[in-house]
Each structure stands twice: as C-alpha cells, then as structure tokens.
C-alpha cells in the first residue's frame, strides 16, 4: 500500500525507511524487513539501525520506535479491507506461531503469500500482495522480509465481472472462504436469484439485449439492497447476495423488514416493477430466490451456496416467481431424486428392465389384447413399480429412452412370436406424454413408431398407443398432427385413466381415437357406489354413442365384471383375468391358444 497520509514516508528518522522500490521493480512495490520474535531491546536496536531493515508506511513512528512487532502489524491491519482482515491476521498468525516453534536456528523458509484489499492514499481499495519469510538470526531474533506489491489490475480481471461490475464466483468463494474462518458466529443469509424463463429473452431478442437485461437486474437489486449485503453474478442470469453478518438490517427503514425471505420478495418486487417500467427494457420479468442461511454461523460456506443453489432449484420447479428456503427435506428429496436418476440410467444400460403383459379379455373373457407393463428388477433382488420411477423420468427427460425401449422390446416380442407360428394379439404401449411434443421430420412420434416397426418387421396394426387425457388435452392440436399418420398406418389410439382428467366430449369427437379405458379407481367401487355406477354408465354411454369402445381396467371381482357386463362394457382388464404376466409365461399362454382364462372362466 502506498503510503498513507497520516504516516507520510520520512517521519521518524532517516534510517526507519531504508527502501522504497519503485520503477525499477515496477510501480507499486514495496520491500519491507523487520524483527519479529522475540520482542525485547534487542529487536528495537534491530529495527532502528539494521542497515537491510526496509518498513512501509504502515508503520507510525511511535510504534517503530517501542520496536513492537505486534504494533508494527496492528497499524498495517488498521488498512486492510474488513473483508479480508480475517484472512490476512490468520496469514500474520501463521507467521507468528512459526517464528515460535517452527524455524530452525540459522534456516530462511520459503515465501508466502496473500492477497487482500488496502487503503490507497486517495481513500479508495487497491488490491495488494504479500509475499513474506521468517528467517532465524543466530542471535535470537526472528525477521520477517516480503514485498507487497499492488495487483489491482490483475485482481480486477480475475474477480470482477465485466458485464455488471460485480464480483464474479470467485470472488465470492474467496468472501465465503473468509467467512468460513471466522472464529465467531454470526448468522450469515444467502439469496440465489435467478431471472425466469431468460434463455427464450437471450433466444428471441439476442444476446445483446440479454446482457442489456442482465446488467439492468444487477443494477437494480444492487439499488435494492440493504447496505451491507454483497451482491454477486454467477453465471449468465444467475445472482447471488450475501447477507452477512448483518445484525442492522433490522433496524434499516428503507429496506423493508430484515429477513432474508422478505429481502428476497422485496428484490422480486423490485425486479418486476423495474422492468414493467423501464423505457427501452419495458419486459415482463420475473425472479425466482432460493434461501439458505445459518443462524449460527457456518462451518461450510460452500456448502452454503450449495443448499441456497438447491433451494433455488426447487422454487423453479414449481412456478416462476418462486422463492423457496432451504430445509433438510429438499435436500433429501434431490438426493433420492438423483440417485433414482442414475439408477433409471444404469438399468436401462444393464437389462434391469423387463416387460410385462397383462391381457384384456371381452364380454366373453377371451384374450383380445394385452398391455405392455414396464418392470425394474434391481440386481439386489428388489422390483420398483412403474409409479415410483416413470414420474421422475418424465422429470428428466429420461422418459424418451424408456418409451423407445418400451416399443422396441415390445416390436422384438411380437416379432418373436409370429416367427413361432403364434398370432399374437394387438398389445398396448403407454406412451408418456412428451412423445406428443411438437418434432417433426425424423423426430416425429409417426416417424420413430414406424422404424422401430419396420426393423423389427411387426405390422402397425399390432399395437395400440395409450395416452393419458391430460397429455392429448394439453395441445390436441398437436396430439392429432402426431396420432393421425399412424392412425392412418393401422395403429390404434386409447385415452388411459379416463375419467380422470378433463376430456370434453368435442375433443373426443376430434381426436383420432378408438377406445377409452375407464380408470380403476371408478372399478374399484363397483356395484356398490351408486355414484360410480352412475360415472361408469355414463361414460360407457357417451363413448359408446362416439363410436369408441370402452376397455375396464383394475377388474378385481367377478361381482365387478357382472355389473360393467351389464352395463355394456366391451373389454375388461385385471387381477381377476390375469396378472401382468412375464414374456415367457404369455407366449407360454399363446402356445396354448387364446382361451378363457381360469378366474374368468370358475
Ligand atoms: P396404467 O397404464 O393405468 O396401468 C395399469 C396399472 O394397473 C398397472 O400398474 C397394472 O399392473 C395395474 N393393474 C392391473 N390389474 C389390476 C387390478 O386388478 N387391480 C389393481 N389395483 N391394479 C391393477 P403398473 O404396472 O404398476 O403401472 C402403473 C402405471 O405406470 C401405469 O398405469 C402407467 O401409467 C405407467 N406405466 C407402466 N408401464 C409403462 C410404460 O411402459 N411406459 C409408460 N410411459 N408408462 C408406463
Ligand atoms: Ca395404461
Ligand atoms: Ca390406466
């Protein structure tokens, strides 16, 4: 650090300043070299009149005087940032203790460094470097010899963002780094904001107008902050602000409340408004926080920023304009999450998976059709139901390969049978509802189906897609462009679990569709809730008159059977026909015909 004015160079006597290296070895270096350890006349003798002892401004005259090492450092730590106090007294501690116990008579150690922020002789923050060693004099005494030299230029790119001035991620973790060595504790908040849905701003209007945005949202949270919290950039729209130690927020009138969570609604706020009102950025925008704090200080900063990154994750599952706080349970939640994510991968590489058939029978109880069932058996012996995993694959989009592998054990089957001289029935395959998603071209639902079929050499007429209401009604559209080619090609469509969701009876009307299977939880109740009853006789009725078959799943009990018998049901599936049974044990069954099967038949 250059020399301060209320120390200016010369004060004291001559011989106090020995060096100040400028311009030879570059602006901004000072050498500096004096007695440590042990304090005592001997080390203030050393420091007045050694001919090598070099000392920077840090150092007022009386305390160069009283010869006190501790004095000495006491006068250069009053310079340093508040930030990096922490930092630079465990770096001078670490000097101490070895010049206690650590040197050898006689032996010089290597240097060592650290950076940290000083007061320049204009009142503003340069960045600067201490390079430093310990050497051992025979008589006793400890000195100390290092430069500082200023890094500002250097530690401005290495921390400060370009777009938005503000500190970039390293820059945070070195805070944070400080922060975890605190001795005391003191609560320490993190928000994570992320802007919502900014990739299709950054697609549609370019990235010029996305770092435009960018630099807008710093500016604006900067400006809602509450004074001593840090804000910082992470990666393109992603903030972080630390709140800590902060015992006066409370107390602040311009920033409404104290706590992280309502910091975090008034940034949101402020987000939204600032954008709404903005001249040339008039946009609507949105905000989503995660929180993470620690009321007793933290141990683990990094894992800090882990638990508010995570939070944040959270909140954007859900909605936009979220904020969701940290707690145990998300994180136990992702982390079962994940682990059901690595182990979908790891079955679908290993041949964990299998399908199962479960046939359909008509009003008589022949085998008609069956439905393909997806199977996890584990390696330990364990089997996980399709509930329990479709639903996170379906998150991750890990759905696609499963429905692809579905279709293609599904197509090698048929095919196996028929090269035996069986004549497999028609068979079901649930389809999740991303495959109605707008692709086109090689992508397309009709476009993959029909490869799949031909290199297995199955016909289309062999299998019937299922498909929930909630996928068809999202974009039915889109639903019909996709169905109707391979509607057209022999496929069969059905609406699964109906009754569930929110078909109108126009869109069954405009969709190429052929049967609905009434979901088991109206099943379940028959023949004794008149509601039901009522539910299922109508459905039936109203299908029925569109020219659809109705197929009745979850089939229990042959009071259960009579009573859709007698309300016109055309197809019935479930544990009173057959379990889902295994490819071996149906072509087994196949082998020996299509007849009624035992429950049905007793
Ligand atoms: P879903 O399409 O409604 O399938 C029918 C479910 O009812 C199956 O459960 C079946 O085992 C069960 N079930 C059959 N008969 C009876 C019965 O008499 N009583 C009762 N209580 N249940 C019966 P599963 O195999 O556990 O499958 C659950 C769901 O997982 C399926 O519901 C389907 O939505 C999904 N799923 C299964 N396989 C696949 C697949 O290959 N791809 C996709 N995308 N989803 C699948
Ligand atoms: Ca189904
Ligand atoms: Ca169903």
Known sequence: ?????????????????????????????????????????????????????????????????????????????????????????????????????????????????????GLREDGSWGWYEIRSRLYHLPSGLVITEGVFTEVTELMRLLLIDDLTQLGNRKALERRLGSLNR??????????????????????????????????????????????????????????????????????????PGSSALEIARHLQRAISSGFQQHTSLALHLTACCGIAGSTTGCSDARLLIQQANTALWRAKQERSANICVYSDAISTEIQSRLELKRTIDHALRSGELDLHYQP?????????????????????????????????????????????????????????????????????????????????????????????????????????????????????????????????????????????????LKLLQLLPIHKIKLDKSFVRTLPHSTNDHRIVAGSIQMAQNLGLRVVAEGVESPAQWQCLQALGCDAYQGHLFSQPLSAATFCQRLQGQISPVPAASS
């Open 182 to 255: 605190r001795t005391t504790a003191e609560p320490l908040e993190l928000i994570n904001i992320d802007l919502d849905d900014f990739k299709s701003i950054n697609d549609s209007l370019g990235q010029d107008f996305g770092d435009l945005v960018i630099a807008e949202t710093a500016r604006i949270v900067r400006d809602h902050l509450p004074d001593q919290a840090a804000l910082y950039r992470l990666e393109a729209d992603e903030f972080l602000v630390v709140l800590s130690p902060n015992p006066s927020a409370a107390a602040d009138p311009a920033h």
């Open 1 to 117: 650090m250059p020399q301060s004015a209320a120390h200016p160079r010369g004060a004291g006597p001559e011989n106090r300043i020995i060096r100040l290296i400028q311009g030879t070895q570059g602006a901004g270096v000072e050498v500096f070299n004096f007695a440590l350890y042990p304090e005592g006349e001997e080390m203030v003798r050393y420091n007045q009149t050694a001919p090598d002892a070099c000392v920077t401004h840090f150092s007022s005259a009386e305390v160069w005087q009283a010869g006190s090492a501790l004095g000495v450092i006491q006068e250069f730590a009053s310079k340093i940032h508040p930030e990096d106090l922490e930092d630079v007294s465990a770096y001078i501690q670490l000097h101490y203790s070895r010049a206690e116990h650590g040197l050898v008579e006689g032996a010089t150690e290597k240097f060592s460094s650290e950076r940290f922020r």
């Open 360 to 504: 359909q029978v008509d009003q008589a109880g022949r085998w008609i059709s069956a439905e393909a069932l997806l199977r996890w058996h584990k390696s330990d012996g364990t089997s996980i139901g399709p509930d329990a995993f479709i639903p996170i694959a379906e998150q991750t989009g890990q759905i696609r390969m499963l429905d692809h592998w579905v279709l293609d054990r599904t197509c090698a089957d048929l095919a196996c049978w028929t090269r035996q001289g069986l004549t497999p029935p028609r068979l079901a395959i649930n389809l999740s509802s991303v495959e109605l998603e707008r692709l086109h071209g090689e992508h397309s639902l009709a476009v993959r189906i029909q490869a799949i079929c031909a290199r297995h050499g199955v016909s289309l007429d062999l299998l019937t897609l299922e498909l929930t209401e909630t996928a068809i009604v999202k974009d039915w559209q889109e639903a019909v462009t996709q169905l109707q080619p391979l509607v057209d090609a022999g496929v069969e469509v059905a609406i699964d679990d109906f009754g569930t969701g929110y078909s109108s």
